[in-house]
């Protein structure tokens, strides 16, 4: 065929492709304004910190360092990337872009591919083993790629949003009972699964969790046996293939430096609310977010489907009931929906008396490290096929025929245009509206200009002051902007709890006596006089943390407080543009 056929045997597919692109583009066009200029207003912490580690893996490349783990955040002790959300997979084949253009830039393009690559690949699936109908394909997809939860999650989660690896890793688990052969099916799963790893873990267990439901539900009883026997053969070269590859990462994840083992425990105790999911997340065009305020945060708004497309999908349900994927699409979904309601269901805000099933899973190994609301991200991909499918029986008038052993889809709807006004009526109240960015809080002329190079001795070690957690996202913007090229105090990161006994994990560091004094400073203004068991406390903490430079910004609230109490603990400072330093080395080190 030639190329001009082609393209236009294709033209749908990539109009389809084109427009994904576009309304990913135009849902984040405040933050491409200026990308190194601008910030996600809802959920700046995380962006701060992908940029970081975005920071870290070109510099990591560069330099030949390790990826999966960095002294340079969190000194004296590190910061396991394996464990955190370091997104490595799209971090270090973009380390060209970062370096180049800055951190914020590649952000930027992480997110917007999230949102239209994970569309686009659901696109590709749905066209080519769901349904016959491009149209019903394309309307599935944009769902899969652009619906509530998807439009949350891109608050400063591009690993989370980022699905595109998923919808391929589904098609390779659902076309397992099929023959075919077994090493090059194999091999191509297990790169589908190690590049996943690499973006996101959690996605990764939750589409595996989902895939059993689904296929329990699906296949009956009699089919389940030869269907394992069919697909072992490739599981076995895909657990090898990828365990190979996996080993070492996941060793140093889950038994190396800075491993913890389970998530803060009122991180695990986030879950959905049972009145979110006939409401519409703050986002959508209709959406009210003084309405859902107590519902969830900005960021997982997981089951906002608001009650016409709920209402859509329960006539949906019965209507294609005797269709075996369909029923098995419901299912799952209701499953995972009750799921994602935790151990205790909350109504509206508040905790009620009931008790949900996930009591049951929370402190298993892995489980522990799941979200609950994310749970409900899996209901995303399952509405999306479901929504597909009625484009494609009831409205593009398209039944899928039955395959053997499949049970004949439903007979035709007698209106079709009531089906087309049900969807849209469902799908139009979802539309999303760009999400919000403002202007970056403004980095120090000290670091932003360079001249932090003459005055922080080599191989320097900052801590900034008061050192509080706004302090330490600070510290982090200020290492990004000098690329790395110093360690920092602190940061945004999650690490073992020093205090709890199962080493679950915690933000941040544990904050020592020093910090807390002065931070206790900056909130009310008040100098306090520093005692002599202070002036040394100060002289632990600087030694344990092997810190040589602290240092206070002048925009910083109570900064003339924090500043005369740091003299006291370390000496006279010295001001240098816009900042404090305090050199708190040992007298005579170099």
Same mark, same amino acid.
């Given at each position: 065929?030639?190329?001009?056929?082609?393209?236009? *045997?294709?033209?749908?597919?990539?109009?389809?492709?084109?427009?994904?692109?576009?309304?990913?583009?135009?849902?984040?066009?405040?933050?491409?304004?200026?990308?190194?200029?601008?910030?996600?207003?809802?959920?700046?912490?995380?962006?701060?910190?992908?940029?970081?580690?975005?920071?870290?893996?070109?510099?990591?490349?560069?330099?030949?360092?390790?990826?999966?783990?960095?002294?340079?955040?969190?000194?004296?002790?590190?910061?396991?990337?394996?464990?955190?959300?370091?997104?490595?997979?799209?971090?270090?084949?973009?380390?060209?872009?970062?370096?180049?253009?800055?951190?914020?830039?590649?952000?930027?393009?992480?997110?917007?591919?999230?949102?239209?690559?994970?569309? !686009?690949?659901?696109?590709?699936?749905?066209?080519?083993?769901?349904?016959?109908?491009?149209?019903?394909?394309?309307?599935?997809?944009?769902?899969?790629?652009?619906?509530?939860?998807?439009?949350?999650?891109?608050?400063?989660?591009?690993?989370?949003?980022?699905?595109?690896?998923?919808?391929?890793?589904?098609?390779?688990?659902?076309?397992?009972?099929?023959?075919?052969?077994?090493?090059?099916?194999?091999?191509?799963?297990?790169?589908?699964?190690?590049?996943?790893?690499?973006?996101?873990?959690?996605?990764?267990?939750?589409?595996?969790? *989902?895939?059993?439901?689904?296929?329990?539900?699906?296949?009956?009883?009699?089919?389940?046996?030869?269907?394992?026997?069919?697909?072992?053969?490739?599981?076995?070269?895909?657990?090898?293939?990828?365990?190979?590859?996996?080993?070492?990462?996941?060793?140093?994840?889950?038994?190396?430096?800075?491993?913890?083992?389970?998530?803060?425990?009122?991180?695990?105790?986030?879950?959905?609310?049972?009145?979110?999911?006939?409401?519409?997340?703050?986002?959508?065009?209709?959406?009210?977010?003084?309405?859902?305020?107590?519902?969830?945060?900005?960021?997982?708004?997981? !089951?906002?489907?608001?009650?016409?497309?709920?209402?859509?999908?329960?006539?949906?349900?019965?209507?294609?009931?005797?269709?075996?994927?369909?029923?098995?699409?419901?299912?799952?979904?209701?499953?995972?929906?009750?799921?994602?309601?935790?151990?205790?269901?909350?109504?509206?805000?508040?905790?009620?008396?009931?008790?949900?099933?996930?009591?049951?899973?929370?402190?298993?190994?892995?489980?522990?490290?799941?979200?609950?609301?994310?749970?409900?991200?899996?209901?995303?991909?399952?509405?999306?096929?479901?929504?597909?499918?009625?484009?494609?029986?009831?409205?593009?008038?398209?039944?899928?025929?039955?395959?053997?052993?499949?049970?004949?889809?439903?007979?035709?709807?007698?209106?079709?245009?009531?089906?087309?006004?049900?969807?849209?009526?469902?799908?139009?109240?979802?539309?999303?509206?760009?999400?919000?960015?403002?202007?970056?809080?403004?980095?120090?002329?000290?670091?932003?200009?360079?001249?932090?190079?003459?005055?922080?001795?080599?191989?320097?070690?900052?801590?900034?002051?008061?050192?509080?957690?706004?302090?330490?996202?600070?510290?982090?913007?200020?290492?990004?902007?000098?690329?790395?090229?110093?360690?920092?105090?602190?940061?945004?990161?999650?690490?073992?709890?020093?205090?709890?006994?199962?080493?679950?994990?915690?933000?941040?560091?544990?904050?020592?006596?020093?910090?807390?004094?002065?931070?206790?400073?900056?909130?009310?203004?008040?100098v306090p006089q520093v005692t002599p068991d202070q002036q040394a406390q100060a002289?632990?903490?600087?030694?344990?943390?092997? *810190?040589?430079?602290?240092?206070?910004?002048?925009?910083?609230?109570?900064?003339?407080?924090?500043?005369?109490?740091?003299?006291?603990?370390?000496?006279?400072?010295?001001?240098?543009?816009?900042?404090?330093?305090?050199?708190?080395?040992?007298?005579?080190?170099?």
């Amino acid at each position: 065929m030639k190329i001009g056929e082609r393209l236009r *045997a294709h033209t749908f597919d990539l109009i389809a492709v084109a427009s994904y692109l576009v309304f990913a583009v135009v849902l984040l066009m405040n933050l491409w304004q200026d990308p190194q200029t601008r910030m996600l207003s809802d959920n700046s912490q995380d962006q701060t910190f992908f940029e970081w580690a975005l920071t870290h893996a070109a510099d990591a490349i560069s330099h030949g360092e390790s990826p999966i783990f960095t002294d340079e955040l969190n000194a004296p002790l590190g910061v396991n990337l394996m464990a955190n959300t370091s997104i490595l997979g799209l971090a270090i084949p973009l380390s060209p872009v970062t370096l180049l253009f800055g951190a914020g830039v590649t952000f930027a393009i992480i997110s917007t591919l999230a949102l239209a690559g994970t569309a !686009t690949a659901w696109y590709f699936v749905l066209s080519r083993d769901v349904v016959s109908s491009k149209a019903a394909a394309y309307v599935g997809a944009l769902f899969c790629g652009f619906g509530p939860a998807m439009v949350s999650q891109i608050t400063g989660h591009p690993n989370i949003a980022g699905q595109f690896l998923i919808p391929f890793i589904v098609r390779m688990v659902i076309r397992l009972r099929e023959p075919g052969p077994a090493v090059r099916r194999g091999l191509v799963f297990a790169a589908l699964v190690v590049y996943q790893c690499f973006i996101n873990e959690e996605i990764l267990f939750l589409a595996a969790c *989902a895939l059993a439901v689904f296929l329990v539900a699906y296949l009956p009883p009699r089919e389940m046996l030869p269907a394992a026997r069919v697909a072992l053969p490739t599981l076995g070269v895909t657990a090898l293939a990828a365990g190979v590859v996996l080993a070492y990462p996941l060793w140093h994840q889950f038994a190396g430096p800075q491993a913890y083992h389970g998530l803060p425990e009122f991180v695990r105790g986030f879950s959905s609310d049972l009145g979110s999911f006939t409401e519409f997340s703050r986002r959508s065009i209709v959406g009210d977010p003084a309405r859902i305020d107590k519902m969830g945060g900005a960021t997982e708004e997981n !089951t906002f489907f608001g009650w016409p497309l709920l209402g859509l999908l329960v006539a949906a349900a019965v209507a294609m009931w005797r269709h075996r994927a369909a029923r098995a699409l419901v299912i799952t979904a209701v499953v995972f929906g009750i799921l994602s309601l935790g151990s205790v269901v909350r109504y509206k805000g508040e905790e009620t008396t009931w008790h949900g099933p996930w009591q049951w899973f929370d402190d298993l190994p892995l489980f522990d490290s799941v979200v609950p609301t994310r749970l409900a991200l899996v209901m995303t991909p399952l509405v999306g096929v479901l929504i597909a499918l009625v484009v494609e029986q009831f409205i593009d008038r398209r039944p899928e025929p039955a395959g053997e052993g499949e049970e004949a889809g439903p007979a035709q709807p007698a209106a079709p245009i009531l089906w087309a006004v049900a969807l849209t009526v469902a799908l139009v109240p979802l539309v999303p509206t760009p999400q919000p960015a403002n202007d970056r809080a403004p980095v120090p002329v000290f670091f932003s200009s360079g001249q932090w190079r003459e005055h922080l001795p080599k191989s320097a070690t900052v801590v900034t002051l008061p050192g509080g957690w706004w302090e330490q996202l600070d510290a982090m913007r200020w290492a990004t902007t000098a690329n790395l090229e110093f360690k920092i105090v602190g940061g945004y990161f999650l690490a073992p709890d020093p205090n709890h006994p199962e080493r679950h994990a915690m933000f941040g560091p544990s904050y020592p006596p020093t910090l807390s004094l002065l931070s206790g400073v900056a909130n009310d203004g008040t100098v306090p006089q520093v005692t002599p068991d202070q002036q040394a406390q100060a002289r632990v903490d600087v030694d344990y943390w092997g *810190a040589t430079t602290a240092v206070l910004a002048d925009q910083h609230g109570n900064s003339e407080a924090v500043r005369q109490t740091a003299d006291q603990l370390f000496g006279p400072g010295r001001h240098v543009a816009d900042v404090w330093l305090w050199d708190v080395r040992r007298p005579g080190a170099s």
